[in-house]
């Protein structure tokens, strides 16, 4: 505990970057700082947002937002403190996400934003950023971390796909894009993703094309393996039926040659039929290997010393979500251009929740196993009184 502390202190004492956005959702006001969109869908399709501290918790004090209608449509979207453009300094976007309904289905991603109008924020309003899980089966479950690339006119996914928790405990992601044209996804302040911008979006065109002025000689041979010319088909190969009659079948006793025509046997596959004849395959002494093209500078490519710049006059933040199963919570969301910030909030807030959020997510599924076997051994104890009663019944008759 000394160490937390100490830790936590060091950090606010080092901590000197700008806070553009930070939400918690501990007040009743909280509805004031964020919009509802009344334009986007009817409103039989969207669902409402609710603050609570759910089922299990480490502070019955910290509270966050959750879904709470299934099968619906979820938005809602709140001014950053100050217009937040990232040239030349990182961004970072950061919140926690709780699936307490062991979401099957669903989005759970923010959005950082351009000006909009906030009572028509949707899926078709223009986002710069895009972060957070999504999951829909158990195949389809990914973080996502799109952006978008005002140079292609079009919103980038990340090219590998990015892990996701998707347990029913707070789970902190982060999102930081370097000045110096990095990036790293965090989980649990935990590195998952990090790299360089260039190699892992197709912001910009391929450094090298492969030269057109030259093409695969005529003459090269890329065939690994030839026929034998050697091999010769065997004797009497040709004359192998593919089907003969089956030998086991009799003509029927009510077969009638005049009525039915002449009787034959139904047809079997032979088992000594082979297939059309092949000769057999042998390394080709010819082979060059597999031709590659030479590669050449692509005339056409342009350096962006700029990647980093994903936010361009940023001023809103937002969710607009699909989840076929509610439950999920939201909470501590920070956009800063300091990663020394983003830590201090998450000492501060989600470190010191996340052990009493387990310690009662653990009590609460021992309590329901407790339950589960207590049902299940009464359930065996009346099978086996019902079963006795059928005995007496029967020793009587």
């Known amino acids: 505990m000394i160490y937390q502390i100490a830790t936590f202190l060091a950090l606010v004492a080092t901590v000197n970057g700008k806070v553009y956005f930070k939400e918690e959702f501990n007040d009743e006001n909280w509805t004031d700082r964020w919009t509802v969109p009344t334009e986007w869908k009817p409103e039989s399709e969207m669902g409402a947002w609710k603050r609570t501290v759910g089922e299990f918790y480490g502070d019955a004090k910290d509270t966050g937002v959750q879904t709470s209608e299934d099968a619906r449509h979820y938005g809602m979207s709140a001014k950053l403190d100050e217009t937040f453009s990232n040239e030349g300094k990182d961004l970072v976007l950061q919140m926690s996400v709780k699936h307490e309904q062991n979401l099957d289905c669903g989005g759970a991603y923010i ?40 140079a292609k006119d079009d919103n980038l996914l990340i090219k590998d796909q990015v892990k996701v928790e998707s347990d029913q405990l707070s789970h902190l992601y982060t999102l930081h894009v370097k000045a110096d044209n990095t990036f790293d996804v965090l989980i649990d302040n935990e590195s998952v993703k990090s790299g360089s911008l260039e190699e892992n979006w197709d912001f910009l065109l391929p450094k090298e094309i492969k030269d057109p002025a030259i093409s695969k000689p005529a003459d090269w041979v890329d065939k690994k393996k030839i026929p034998d010319p050697e091999d010769v088909k065997p004797e009497g190969y040709d004359d192998v039926p593919a089907e003969i009659p089956d030998p086991e079948a009799e003509k029927p006793d009510d077969w009638d040659d005049e009525e039915d025509g002449e009787w034959e046997a139904p047809m079997l596959d032979n088992p000594e039929y082979a297939g059309p004849w092949k000769a057999k395959m ?10 590659e093209h030479p590669m050449i500078p692509n005339p056409d490519y342009a350096e962006d010393s700029s990647l980093h710049a994903r936010c361009k006059d940023c001023t809103h933040v937002g969710f607009e979500l699909w989840q076929v199963k509610s439950g999920t919570i939201f909470d501590d969301i920070i956009v800063t251009d300091s990663l020394e910030e983003a830590q201090a909030h998450s000492a501060e807030r989600f470190e010191k929740k996340k052990a009493g959020e387990k310690a009662m997510y653990d009590a609460a599924e021992a309590k329901k196993a407790e339950e589960a076997a207590a049902a299940a051994e009464a359930e065996a104890g009346d099978m086996e009184e019902e079963e006795g009663e059928e005995e007496e019944d029967h020793d009587e008759l």
């Open 111 to 150: 959005k950082l934003t351009g000006d909009m109008d906030q009572s028509k924020f949707g899926g078709d309003t223009p986002y710069q950023i895009m972060f957070g899980p999504d999951i829909c089966g158990p195949s389809n479950k990914k973080t996502h971390v799109i952006f978008n690339y005002p």
């Open 282 to 291: 042998i390394p080709n002494p010819e082979y060059k290997g597999e031709w």
